[in-house]
């Protein structure tokens, strides 16, 4: 007796051959030969079935009923027939082993190429998700609120990203709290609890867009006074309301902040200026026109010469502007003019409070000089760059930061606002 190899497809078994010949021919009806068969047979059947258990692909694929492709059952019989010496007509092996080794070699390539599969696919979520962490808009991020003592009583909440400021008053009778952002108007709210435990009595937004007048809602069981101008009123209604709504009832979890909030409108609106005096202190609110905004509000505190100026302030930060689609909200002229006014009253303040930006205690009203300086630099290299025959498109890709304001941060600001120089130089001149 002698051992060959025999090669049913890509698989190799070993069969006992029974010769009974010179010529070493198998004698496949010899009873040895075929228990031998079969014995290997079973044992490979053995081995087929616990790669069925390891594979999704042998559950679905190799089933008792599958027949043998034409292509293996070919190689089959050409490689016993080269073997033995048998013509391609005789039985290679039963059917039963070729099923086994095709499923075996199925099993195998298709466990694999499913691993390959799976690989890929978690590299590719790794690779996205790193890409959505980039992307995301800033939006979508936590507000960081780092209190800053500007005087005695009087905090600034700065936001750590150059996102809208909160200014909060200490008073005997209670708080004031200038601007409240549903973003982290929360984390002002937790911060004032560890200041003081007086409640918050009086709220005034110095504009109506959401980054300073949507989050009141925090300040609910406080039972606040909501103080705002007529026009501000007007737009947190008819402008505001409609971007605040839209973003509730949206299910993208980036507008999280704003499910099951509400839009608390004012309860005191007025046109001008009033004084509230509240807690020993006085509180000059004037309504100072069209300049960031529609309708701006300033909170001048002369017992503690502070100024809060709102977003007619920015400080190391490119100053926004409002916008909905070709209407402009912001108005550069006059917003330099209200920067004038504020400087030609001539008021003992140490510090003006900015709407965005770093609080410069002391420094007075060297910030509001700066702040004028910005707007007329940049306007006037808008202007050159127009007699020069530029489109807008061209000035957003030409146009320079003079180097006094190189370090300034917020520069997705920068584009907007040089659209609006652009339009109402073409307006007005100016």
């Not at 209407?327 to 006014?341: A, H, P, Q, T, Y």
């Given at each position: 007796?002698s051992?060959?190899?025999m ?17 070493s ?28 258990k ?13 027949k ?30 070729r ?31 790193v ?5 995301t ?8 609120m780092?209190?800053v ?8 909440f ?28 929360d ?26 007048a ?54 005191i ?7 509230l ?16 905004s ?8 002369p ?22 689609g070709d ?23 140490n ?5 965005h930006?770093?609080?410069h205690i ?16 940049m306007?006037?290299e808008?202007?050159?760059?127009i ?24 520069v ?19």
């Open positions: 007796m051992r060959r190899s090669a049913f497809g890509s698989t190799s078994m070993t069969v006992k051959a029974c010769t009974d010949s010179p010529n021919r198998v004698n496949w009806a010899s009873p040895a030969c075929r228990r031998s068969t079969r014995r290997r047979l079973t044992r490979s059947t053995q081995r087929s079935a616990r790669l069925r390891k594979s999704i692909t042998a559950k679905r694929f190799c089933k008792r009923s599958r043998p492709t034409r292509a293996a059952t070919d190689r089959s019989r050409s490689a016993a027939s080269s073997l033995t010496g048998r013509s391609s007509s005789a039985p290679a092996a039963p059917s039963r082993w099923n086994r080794s095709a499923c075996s070699n199925e099993n195998r390539n298709g466990l694999l190429n499913k691993r390959i599969l799976m690989k890929l696919h978690r590299i590719s979520l790794m690779f996205w998700m890409v959505i962490w980039f992307i808009p800033a939006a979508s991020a936590p507000e960081e780092r209190p003592k500007v005087t005695d009583g009087v905090y600034m700065e936001n750590s990203r150059g996102a809208s400021n909160a200014t909060v008053v200490i008073t005997d009778d209670g708080v004031l709290v200038l601007d409240f952002n549903i973003l982290s108007a984390q002002v709210l937790a911060g004032i609890r560890k200041l003081t435990d007086k409640k918050v009595r009086y709220l005034i937004s110095s504009h109506s867009a959401l980054d300073h949507s989050g009141a809602w925090y300040y609910r069981d406080d039972k606040p006074v909501f103080i705002a101008t007529k026009r501000q009123a007007h737009d947190l209604q008819m402008q505001e309301l409609a971007g605040f709504n839209e973003r509730r009832n949206s299910k993208d979890p980036r507008n999280a902040p704003y499910h099951g909030k509400e839009l608390v409108q004012p309860d609106a007025f046109d001008g200026s009033m004084t005096y509240f807690g020993g202190l006085t509180f000059q609110i004037t309504a100072e026109g069209r300049g960031h529609t309708s701006d509000v300033t909170v001048y505190i017992q503690k010469r502070v100024f809060l100026m709102g977003d007619l302030l920015d400080t190391e930060v490119h100053p926004g502007q409002g916008e909905s209407i402009f909200f912001s108005n550069v002229k006059g917003w330099i003019e209200i920067l004038d006014r504020i400087m030609a009253r001539h008021l003992p303040v510090t003006y409070v900015p709407g930006g770093p609080v002391g420094r007075g009203v060297k910030d509001l000089e700066e702040q004028k300086r910005y707007f007329v630099i306007r006037d808008v202007a050159k760059l007699a020069a025959g530029k489109s807008l498109a061209q000035i957003e890709k030409e146009i320079k930061v003079p180097q006094e304001f190189a370090h300034y941060k917020r997705d600001r920068l584009r907007p606002f040089i659209k609006l120089y652009y339009h109402q130089l073409l307006e007005t001149g100016y």
